[in-house]
């Protein structure tokens, strides 16, 4: 079993709508939790870090279940300027190495 | 420019040759990572440094692989005798300490690798 699972994606949605990804993990001992962006032939670059309480920043909100050992992204009102490819990376290790999923690719079409 | 700076950005060998990267970090951040990328896959990770010290190095990574930081500052990464599988996107990631916390790391635009 991988360390990060995803959504395998593609997800095609209309501009406006709301779409969510999921990410679980297997080593309950992680420390920390975030969610990468990354364009297409671009280097990832962080989106936003996940808390246990969940947090929200503008469209985007992101979730936490340490029990489940599950994560999740939503984008709320989708633009076209979203699509790309969604990592969800947990801290692990005693919090030494960052572990990337394989992505979700989101295409929001006009 | 005071990103993360990877060459080449990209290396044509042919099997069996050695090739070498080079990754030049921000300049206050102590922490570097290599990671290699294929198509339709997440970064994997390869090694680490905490400023000279190579603190961490993937199981997965065989002994063709071999990963400098002298003196604590810019990274080469050696692939000896190159097989086809090999071929990836070999990305140089930077931070300083505090990323332990915020997530943040400042990737440089990668080093494509194509082996013949």
């Known amino acids: 079993r991988k360390e990060v699972e995803q959504d395998p994606g593609p997800f095609n949605v209309p501009e406006g709508a709301t779409v969510a990804f999921n990410c679980t993990y297997s080593?309950?001992?992680?420390?920390?939790f975030f969610w990468y962006r990354q364009d297409c032939r671009k280097e990832p670059k962080l989106l936003m870090s996940?808390?246990?309480s969940g947090n929200e920043d503008g469209r985007f909100t992101a979730q936490l279940n340490r029990a489940s050992q599950y994560i999740s992204l939503l984008i709320r009102d989708s633009k076209l300027s979203d699509s790309a490819t969604y990592l969800c990376v947990v801290n692990d290790n005693y919090g030494q190495n960052f572990v990337f999923g394989p992505g979700t690719r989101l295409s929001v079409l006009p | 420019d005071t990103g993360v700076s990877q060459n080449p950005r990209h290396k044509i060998t042919k099997r069996g040759q050695n090739v070498t990267f080079r990754c030049d970090p921000i300049?206050?951040?102590?922490?570097l990572y290599w990671y290699r990328q294929t198509l339709g896959q997440g970064p994997e990770f390869l090694t680490y440094?905490?400023?000279?010290?190579?603190?961490?190095k993937s199981r997965l990574l065989s002994d063709r692989f071999s990963a400098e930081r002298p003196k604590g500052s810019f990274s080469t990464l050696e692939i000896q005798r190159t097989e086809q599988g090999d071929s990836a996107m070999y990305l140089c990631a930077s931070s300083p300490s505090e990323t332990l916390n915020t997530g943040e790391l400042f990737f440089g635009e990668g080093s494509r690798l194509t082996v013949l």
């Open positions: 080593n309950s001992a992680s420390q920390s």
């Open positions: 996940v808390y246990s």
């Open positions: 300049s206050e951040h102590n922490r």
């Open positions: 440094f905490q400023n000279e010290a190579q603190l961490e």
